[in-house]
């Protein structure tokens, strides 16, 4: 069971450790120091359950939902293709800092939308945890309650070290040109996870 465990921990900490939409959201959160506890645990708690999802019912859902990756595919590109232009846009625009008074502040409910959005039309999401993380459980047949716990465990830790974490880099952000390559590097992440998911089909 303990082997089960850490193999779970090690897999989700290597499967979330990639800059991806969801820590690429986060982490500007973090910076900002705005809802932070509740996006990381919306990212953790969504991650736990597609987890869940894919040790106990992988092979029912595949079964169920045959055109639902091709669907997904197509709808998490566009949408992410979309959220690189908005980080290009603001790269090129954004002269603010860090500073408080200076940043336009976001709703919890508008937050928490776009979190959730970028979680669940995001297509790599369900291959690394629903697919991978669930394929990989058939390994541990008596304990893949265990393995499962050690990825969730990987994800609770790793999005709120994430975003409580990026307040130490707060310093750094006070600068306009911080922020532009923070947007930058955002915007090439989610266009190119976008052209990898076309490039699929």
Known sequence: MQNAFFSGLSLGLSLILAIGAQNAFVLKQGLRKEHVFALCLACATADALLIALGITAL????????????????????FL??????????????????????????????????CLALTFLNPHVYLDTVLLIGSVSSRFPDHRLAFGLGAVTASYAFFFSLGYGARFLAPLFAKPQAWRVLDGAIALVMAWIAIKLVWMA
């Open 59 to 78: 092979a029912q859902v595949s079964a169920i939902f045959p055109a639902f990756a091709l669907v997904l595919r197509y709808g998490g590109a566009t």
């Open 81 to 114: 293709l979309l959220y690189s232009l908005r980080h290009a846009y603001a790269a090129i625009t954004h002269n603010g800092t860090l500073t408080p008074a200076n940043q336009p502040k976001t709703s919890l409910i508008k937050s928490l939308a776009t």
